[in-house]
């Protein structure tokens, strides 16, 4: 009998052990440590709330906490019923690995009802993509967390009405317009968690500026020292590895003006120098953007101690794979540049992988038929790839990382010439292939090089040669 109720009680105990470790939500904010500006938005009051927010400075963490307090009817500070609201995010990506992944941290599992997928398994929501939860709140009802993502168009945020909807990260204007209409005859709330990488858009004057001045708008800015879950030796690591307009808005959350040139940062003195003899131990990478009549960029890349060199170039228009090709080849043979398995390796443009209407073949197979490997899996987002340049030509401390040869003069040109558009958020789309493989290289700097594996022969070749000399660089 004694055994049988120690038997029970260590049930209970191991139950009670699960729940305590499956509720963060309980640890939030508690303790000695507490995040004085995550407080400031959850008591607020107001129905338009944003945060504006270096990367890791704590602001996911207020608009996932306030959609699981809300959802549970348990918000300290605010009155709770029963809701219904959407979590909107940029694409399904980015909600699956951020907004999605941080309310399921925060909400325990004996909470949710039922999990609706758009993508993937129910009993593996972490990686897939979840079309809504349903929440057992505190009222013996069900509150409902509705996931959209902004790449799916205006026309998917008609017609629900809504108690709230929070948005992770900046969304377009329209979204943004249709989401303040599903919230109006529940007299509901806006709220926002962003970083402000875009420059000065609506957000900067509706919302921060308040131009309007509208009495429901309220914000706050967060930097690394708001948050007292940072180590300060990290914020210091971190600081030294960006430039300075990168500084701005990913620690200190600051719009920043987005006008005249692109790479503000490039200066003739310091990045432009005479050529060298380039230690072959120094050889890093060729990257490549393909272009027909419009001219074909590739540049070959040395690397050492943390700077990058670019030390050759080929710049031309109007010729075909052939003749791009043994060009290319000329030139890596001029510079005893290491061959794999007889072949050139480089990074090229993702685009280059597709077959089109005229031929049966790639790009990429093209090349490969001329003894060039070509890797297209690159990542080719604009913005951060635009940093991660920015922080080459200047870091945090203002020192220099990427040098080029005089004789590039193409890239050296586009450097001078890349300018912003005053019609939109991006860079004017001209002149900028250089730039554009520049960036492809910079980014996958250090990755490990994948090529999706098919049944040709052709394909298991390239992927084999690809790992192999991704293993080579790891061994280097």
């Given amino acids: 009998m004694q055994e049988e109720i120690l038997y029970k009680l ?10 305590k470790s499956d509720d963060f ?3 939030y904010n508690k303790g000695g440590k507490k995040h004085k500006k995550q407080m400031q938005f959850h008591k607020c009051n107001k129905k338009n709330r944003w945060v504006f927010g270096g990367n890791r400075s704590g602001k996911t963490e207020c608009g996932a906490v306030e959609t699981v307090w809300l959802a549970r ?3 300290p500070y605010k009155k709770n019923k029963r809701v219904d609201c959407w979590v909107v995010s ?5 909600q699956r690995d951020v907004a999605q992944s941080k309310i399921l941290h925060y909400l325990r599992k004996s909470w949710i009802e039922a999990v609706v997928m758009e993508s993937g398994r129910k009993d593996s929501a972490e990686s897939g993509i979840i079309d809504f939860i349903l929440v057992r709140n505190v009222f013996g009802t069900l509150s409902k967390i509705g996931f959209k993502s902004c790449d799916q168009g205006r026309e998917k945020f008609q017609g629900a009405s809504l108690d709230f909807v929070w948005f992770d990260e900046e969304p377009p204007y329209d979204i943004y317009k249709e989401c303040k209409m599903r919230v109006m005859d529940k007299k509901g709330m806006i709220f926002g968690t962003m970083t402000p990488l875009k420059g000065l858009t609506w957000v900067y004057n509706e919302i921060y500026l308040n131009e309007n001045h509208d009495d429901n708008v309220w914000t706050v800015t967060m930097e690394w020292a708001d948050n007292p879950y940072l180590d300060k030796k990290e914020i210091e690591d971190m600081t030294k590895s960006m430039s300075e307009d990168e500084l701005q808005s990913r620690r200190y959350g600051k719009f920043m003006q987005m006008g005249g040139l692109v790479y503000g940062e490039f200066d003739e003195n310091i990045h432009i120098i005479e050529p060298f003899d380039v230690p072959k131990d ?4 060729i990257s490549i953007d393909p272009g027909l009549n419009n001219p074909l960029s590739c540049h070959w890349y040395a690397e050492y101690d943390g700077n990058v060199y670019v030390i050759a170039e080929h710049f031309e228009s109007g010729k075909d794979v052939a003749y791009h090709a043994q060009r290319i080849k000329e030139i890596s043979s001029s510079l005893d540049w290491p061959l794999h398995n007889g072949r050139i390796c480089a990074l090229i443009d993702s685009a280059a992988g597709q077959k089109t209407l005229a031929s049966s073949k790639s790009v990429v197979d093209l090349f490969y038929e001329n003894d060039i490997l070509v890797n297209p899996k690159v990542n080719k987002d604009m913005f951060s790839g635009i940093n991660v340049v920015k922080r080459y030509l200047k870091d945090g401390q203002g020192k220099a990382h990427l040098f080029i040869f005089k004789n590039c ?3 050296i040109q586009e450097f001078k010439s890349y300018w912003w558009s005053d019609k939109s958020d991006n860079p004017i789309k001209k002149d900028d292939h250089a730039l554009d493989e520049l960036r492809y290289y910079l980014v996958s700097k250090n990755k490990p090089l994948k090529s999706e594996q098919t049944k040709s022969q052709i394909e298991l070749d390239k992927e084999r040669l690809i790992k192999r000399l991704h293993l080579r660089r790891k061994l280097q």
């Fill in 282 to 285: 120094w050889y890093d990478y």
């Fill in 409 to 411: 003069v193409n890239l």
């Fill in 25 to 27: 939500l309980s640890h």
């Fill in 90 to 94: 940029l694409s399904r990506q980015v």
């Fill in 73 to 75: 009817g348990i918000h």
């Fill in 10 to 19: 260590k049930l209970v105990e191991n139950e009670l052990l699960k729940r």
